[in-house]
């Protein structure tokens, strides 16, 4: 699985260790990796390896209900934890930004986000639009590991998107990989090709090149009418998004001579970019901003109304996380298709009453094209990941599939993240800060059986702004195998119940008694 975050269709610069979102590594630098993969080849059944921040740091004697990893990312004491003591020290070789899924070997690539997406927008599509997206235009920007999602999910909803991205090979990775449809040749073309789509009612993607922060302000100035914006740039890394006024390619350099400068800049940029989407907010269109960290930037950069669109979480994902639901994924070690697919039927069989899976992993088999290791993204709930980790175990047990099943999910899940600005925005509680949970949640994977276990700091929205834990564990057919899954695929999304239970959720309220959850100190 650290292999394959590298692998060169999956990580976005893996000649730097870079798997995804800015500078979100798998390891430190090149000697821990290889320090790593020695650590694994040679590790006991009973023996845990510790990484900190993507450097192997030790090996001690365990059991084997134990996880055989250990990791804590970019974790760093509150008062330090912001970015330019982290690059200092990141610098000082001490540490690295392990964003989500990077430092914790479990990215799938694009297709890993792909379903939060396009669930995402089929909310707005439910809320705005009678249920489709089918005649409307969607504006946003960022075509890089997560970002490249938007355009599909947009496509798979009926509507059309237009993506603003400042880096040409990103475009053309995307259109390879079938997340874009078309890349425009100017602006101009972007929005004749949205308008006769718009018009004929077809699903169609676009990417355009250019700098958002100019090309917002400019199609607000020209009228230009778009019914959905967001943003996936790499925003809440300040040295990732590219300032205005600023050419692609002098950009490195402008970087490493005046890094403050270029956060200056940056910032201010955000801010126009966030005025503009404000300003298509105030003009009628359905505005979210995409955990990218991109209006508290904004409202650095000196812009005031930057908090007036919601989060994506509480706007559309919230009610999936009370349920327990969340971003379960898996992967085949095969590397055989066959087995996804032999995976994908069980799973249609597994759940032939749930229109939700059934109509995504219909929609997925057909469209998306795998990145390294064949693997599969499907939201589950409480009570429905383990009885899929069962499934899975049990395929490996009967020789279904080829090889064991890797079964994670994104830190970004229901019990598992602290972050005030993306998944505990506005809880109802105003428990937004409280990060005792992810430890929580981290504590109760070790407890249960978890293969690997991760504590992160900073994913997503950057360094100072979460906390957040995951797990990954692996179905190997082995009786122990399957009595670790029952435990660790009932009692993570648990913790998710319980988060939301106790800020006061009546939804969760609810999965709680059909789960049996006992809960202390909970009035019925
Ligand atoms: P990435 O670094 O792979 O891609 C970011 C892209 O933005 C790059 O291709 C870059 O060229 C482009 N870009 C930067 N400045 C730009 C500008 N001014 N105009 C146009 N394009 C610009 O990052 P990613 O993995 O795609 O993640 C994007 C953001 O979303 C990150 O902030 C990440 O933390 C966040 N994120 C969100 C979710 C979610 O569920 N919503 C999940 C994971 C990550």
Not at 466 to 473: F, L, R, T, W
Request: charged share 25%; aromatic share 8%; glycine share 10%.
């Amino acid at each position: 699985m650290l292999d394959n975050n590298l692998d060169p269709d999956v990580a976005e610069h893996p000649e730097e260790l870079v798997v995804y979102g800015g500078t979100g590594k798998a390891a430190r630098d090149w000697r821990s990796y290889r320090a790593i993969k020695a650590s694994l080849e040679d590790l006991e059944a009973d023996e845990t390896l510790l990484v900190q921040s993507g450097r192997p740091v030790g090996i001690l004697r365990t059991h084997e209900w134990a996880p055989r990893v250990l990791i804590a990312n970019s974790n760093l004491v509150p008062d330090w934890a912001n970015w330019d003591e982290f690059r200092r020290l990141e610098a000082a070789g001490l540490t690295m930004y392990g964003q989500m899924t990077a430092g914790s070997w479990i990215y799938i690539g694009t297709q890993g986000i792909l379903q939060g997406t396009y669930e995402t927008f089929a909310a707005v599509a439910e809320k705005r639009f009678g249920g489709t997206l089918a005649g409307t235009v969607t504006l946003t920007a960022g075509l890089g590991g997560m970002g490249g999602a938007q355009p599909l999910a947009v496509t798979m909803n009926g509507g059309v998107a237009i993506v603003v991205e400042c880096d040409p090979t990103r475009i053309e990775r995307r259109v390879a990989q079938g997340y874009l449809d078309v890349a425009a040749e100017d602006l101009d073309d972007a929005l004749w090709q949205a308008e006769d789509a718009r018009a004929k009612r077809q699903a169609l993607s676009i990417g355009v090149l250019g700098n958002a922060s100019e090309v917002l302000p400019y199609l607000i100035a020209r009228g230009a009418t778009v019914d959905i914006v967001t943003d996936q740039t790499s925003a809440h890394d300040p040295l990732a998004y590219l300032p205005r006024g600023v050419e692609f390619s002098d950009w490195p350099a402008l970087r490493a001579d005046d890094p403050h400068g270029c956060i200056r800049r940056a910032r201010e940029s955000m801010a126009r970019h966030v005025e503009a989407m404000v300003t298509f907010q105030d003009n009628g269109a359905e505005v979210f901003d995409y955990g990218n960290s991109i209006r508290v930037e904004a409202k650095t950069g000196g812009y005031e109304r930057a908090f007036d669109f919601p989060g994506f979480v509480p706007a559309y994902i919230r009610p999936l996380f009370c349920a327990g639901k969340g971003p379960f994924r898996w992967v085949a070690l095969s590397g055989d298709p066959r087995d996804i697919a032999a995976t994908d039927d069980a799973m249609l069989t597994l759940f032939k009453d749930n229109d939700t899976v059934t109509r995504w992993l219909r929609q997925a088999r057909d469209k998306v094209q795998f990145q390294g290791l064949p693997a599969r993204i499907c939201w589950l709930g409480a009570g429905e990941r383990d009885r899929a980790g069962l499934e899975f175990n049990r395929m490996v047990t009967l020789g279904k599939v080829k090889a064991p099943i890797v079964i994670g999910r994104d830190h970004l899940d229901c019990g598992s993240v602290a972050s005030p600005y993306r998944e505990t925005e506005g809880m109802a509680d105003g428990s937004d800060a409280i990060a005792d949970w992810p430890l929580l949640n981290a504590m109760v994977n070790v407890a249960s059986g978890a293969s690997w276990v991760s504590i992160h700091h900073g994913g997503g929205v950057g360094i100072g702004r979460s906390i957040h834990a995951g797990q990954v564990s692996v179905a190997d057919g082995t009786v122990l195998a399957a009595e670790k899954l029952a435990r660790v695929l009932t009692n993570d999304p648990a913790t998710g119940v319980l988060r939301h239970v106790d800020a006061g959720y009546p939804e969760a309220d609810d999965a709680a008694t059909t789960q049996g959850l006992p809960i202390p100190m909970h009035a019925p």
